[in-house]
Structures are given as structure tokens and as C-alpha cells.
């Protein structure tokens, strides 16, 4: 590839005479990528792509990312950053202990996660029972907020309402970051696969 036509990609065309000692972390990440730009490839694999960088230099990092694939190409990377995989990824896979625990779009990953949040305020009202709400299928305590997780949103809100008065009620998709703690958990409490052999 010309390096006129990586450092666009990468934007970085404004520093092209710059010295890369006197670019800032995200300047100098953004020429990392153009680096590995040069040679046209298909496929760029990074490893936590952003870390240390800040809100706007991410904001920069990411366009350029998805400048390239949208040339046909293929970028795959590890991130403890999960917005940035939600924003970006046409696909993620989820691993914990070096097992993958999910794969598939944000969307799908959500839904195999419970689909939506509910949420309302306790108002010290008791938690129990919450749990067996029609659709429920996880329920969290945050200080005197219930959250809970459901695949029928519509029916936990109408069960929520034959309760006492519900205050602070909110109901919304549930973030990818909901989404990954929901099934760690599942798998860290999933019986460990048994072997059969058998002669």
C-alpha cells in the first residue's frame, strides 16, 4: 500500500513530517496501525488495541478501524474494553479460562444473557420472590436497586405492577458488559464436563 494512502487510513496525514518521539500515545498507536497497513494484509490481529489511550484518541483509533474494514478487510482483536467490542465487532467470542463461552453477534450474546434489564428502586420494600417473575431468569441487589435480568420484559413489568408502587422503573437492553458477567457466572457455576471412556 503507499504510505500516503496509510497514513490517510490512520489518519495521520497532518503528522507525516513529525518525529514518532514527539507524537502522543494515541498518534503514535495510530502508527503502529499505519505500519502494519503497508503490506495490504487481510487480516490485522491486535492485542488490546487501546489500551492507555484516551476518550478521543479511542475516538480516532476506532474510525480508522473501521475505515480499513470497510475495504473488505478483516481486524480482529482482544479488548477488556467491551463498549468498544459492542461499537465495533461484527462478531465477538467470549472466553473465560481459556474456554469459549459464547460466540456471536452483540445482539445475540445479549440475548443468550437474559435480553433485557428491569430495574426499579426497593424503597425498602423486600427483595424476595423477585426471582419468580415471569421471564426472570437472574436477579442483583445494588444498594436498594433491583436489577433483573429477563427474556420477557413485557411480563415482568405487568407481574412488577401488581407489587407495591414501584418507583425509578427502568427497562432497556442489557450492555454487553451485563452480558459477559452473566455468562462467566453461568459457566463458573456449570458442573465441569465429565469424560467417559469406555474399552
Known amino acids: 500500500m503507499p504510505v500516503s494512502e496509510a497514513l490517510a487510513l490512520a489518519d495521520l496525514t497532518d503528522l507525516a513530517g513529525r518525529r514518532v518521539d514527539r507524537l502522543s500515545g494515541g498518534q503514535v498507536q495510530r502508527v503502529r496501525f499505519a505500519v502494519a497497513l503497508v503490506g495490504n494484509?487481510?487480516?490485522?490481529?491486535?492485542?488490546?488495541?487501546?489500551?492507555?489511550?484516551?476518550v478521543e484518541a479511542r475516538e480516532v483509533f476506532w474510525e480508522?478501524?473501521?475505515?480499513?474494514?470497510?475495504?473488505?478487510?478483516?481486524?480482529?482483536f482482544s479488548t477488556h474494553y467491551l463498549e468498544e467490542a459492542d461499537a465495533?465487532?461484527?462478531?465477538?467470542?467470549?472466553?473465560?479460562?481459556?474456554?469459549?463461552?459464547?460466540?456471536?453477534?452483540?445482539?445475540?450474546?445479549?440475548?443468550a444473557a437474559g435480553g433485557n434489564l428491569v430495574s426499579f428502586d426497593l424503597a425498602g420494600e423486600p427483595s424476595e420472590g423477585l426471582h419468580l417473575l415471569?421471564?426472570?431468569?437472574?436477579?442483583?441487589?445494588?444498594?436498594?436497586?433491583?436489577?433483573?435480568?429477563?427474556?420477557?420484559?413485557?411480563?415482568?413489568?405487568r407481574a412488577l405492577a401488581g407489587r407495591n408502587a414501584i418507583r425509578g422503573l427502568e427497562v432497556g437492553p442489557v450492555s454487553?458488559?451485563?452480558?459477559?458477567?452473566?455468562?462467566?457466572?453461568?459457566a463458573s457455576t456449570a458442573p465441569?464436563?465429565?469424560?467417559?471412556?469406555?474399552?
Do not use: C, Q, W
Open 88 to 111: 465495533s465487532a461484527d462478531r465477538i467470542v467470549v472466553i473465560d479460562s481459556g474456554r469459549v463461552l459464547a460466540s456471536g453477534t452483540s445482539e445475540d450474546l445479549k440475548r
Open 176 to 186: 454487553l458488559n451485563d452480558a459477559f458477567l452473566t455468562l462467566t457466572a453461568r
Open 64 to 76: 480508522a478501524m473501521r475505515g480499513y474494514a470497510r475495504r473488505g478487510n478483516t481486524i480482529l
Open 41 to 54: 494484509p487481510e487480516l490485522i490481529v491486535l492485542d488490546e488495541p487501546t489500551a492507555a489511550l484516551d
Open 192 to 199: 465441569a464436563p465429565s469424560l467417559e471412556t469406555t474399552r
Open 134 to 157: 415471569p421471564g426472570v431468569t437472574s436477579v442483583e441487589i445494588r444498594g436498594d436497586r433491583a436489577r433483573m435480568h429477563t427474556d420477557d420484559s413485557d411480563a415482568t413489568v
